[in-house]
């Protein structure tokens, strides 16, 4: 049977925008991107094919979003912002705000805004957790590399850099400037301070704590506890605590 003519093929007219949604005219949204209702899209925004944005999403100016991203419901993403292929971000996630950055007067003692006038880089494969918050570099950038999970109500601060298939759980907070690099693995409720290093393949354990300027070291090793050590150490001090609690 002889194929059928490609006449016959259906495919899309052009993209589908609700009519609630609002997309500058200066946009470039490709030809099978979805928009749901009330999103905004601002100048200058490029969005790849493929890629869906939720209901209520808020698209800040020259924002880049890459092909066959997921962007679900009431999303923000601050101007300067650049998704890769294939991010996932799940609802109420905000992406390249302000960081934390302030400088104390020493005559009046308030406290100044530190310009934070640098951007967020996400690259491909990456999923960022619902209500999740990554700040925009304050002079440079902020880097999520290929390949990293975050999960629900996850922090990261301005200038982190989150190497590939890194994987941080809930609740974690990352102060400023911070490294974590490729392979680590960070759980629930960590909180790491700024300038710290989290060393290629380490697993740094729930609620575990990390001193800033510290850096651990050591593919496959776990850390655990405040500030966190090597599990067999944190262990060993576990055990003598419960002797010692004994002989009381």
């Keep these: 049977m002889d194929a059928m003519p490609d006449t016959l093929v259906l495919r899309p007219s052009r993209n589908i925008i609700h009519p609630t949604a609002v997309v500058h005219s200066s946009a470039m949204v490709a030809f099978t991107v979805r928009v749901e209702a009330r999103a905004v899209i601002n100048e200058n925004v490029e969005i790849g094919e493929g890629t869906r944005v939720g209901s209520g999403c808020a698209i800040g100016a020259g924002v880049k979003i890459g092909r066959e991203c997921e962007i679900y419901p009431n999303v923000t993403i601050y101007p300067g912002t650049s998704l890769g292929d294939r991010v996932i971000v799940h609802a109420g996630a905000v992406l390249g705000s302000d960081g934390f950055g302030y400088v104390r007067d020493r ?62 759980a809930a609740q974690t907070g990352l102060s400023g400037s911070i490294t974590i690099e490729k392979g680590a693995v960070l759980g629930g409720q960590v909180g790491i301070g700024e300038h710290a290093t989290i060393g290629e393949g380490v697993m740094l354990g729930g609620q575990g704590g990390v001193l800033p300027n510290k850096i651990l070291r050591g593919k496959g090793q776990a850390f655990w506890g405040t500030p966190a050590q090597p599990l067999r150490e944190y262990l060993k001090q576990l055990a003598t605590l419960a002797r010692l609690s004994k002989k009381d």
Excluded: M, S, W
Aim: hydrophobic share 35%; proline share 2%.
């Design 107 to 168: 005559k009046t003692g308030h406290y100044e805004k530190f310009p934070q006038v640098g951007h967020l880089i996400i690259e491909d494969d990456v999923e960022i957790g619902a209500n999740a918050t990554v700040d925009r570099g304050a002079l440079d950038e902020t880097r999520i590399r290929r390949g990293a999970k975050i999960d629900n109500l996850v922090h990261i601060g301005h200038n982190c850099q989150i190497g590939e298939d890194v994987v941080i």
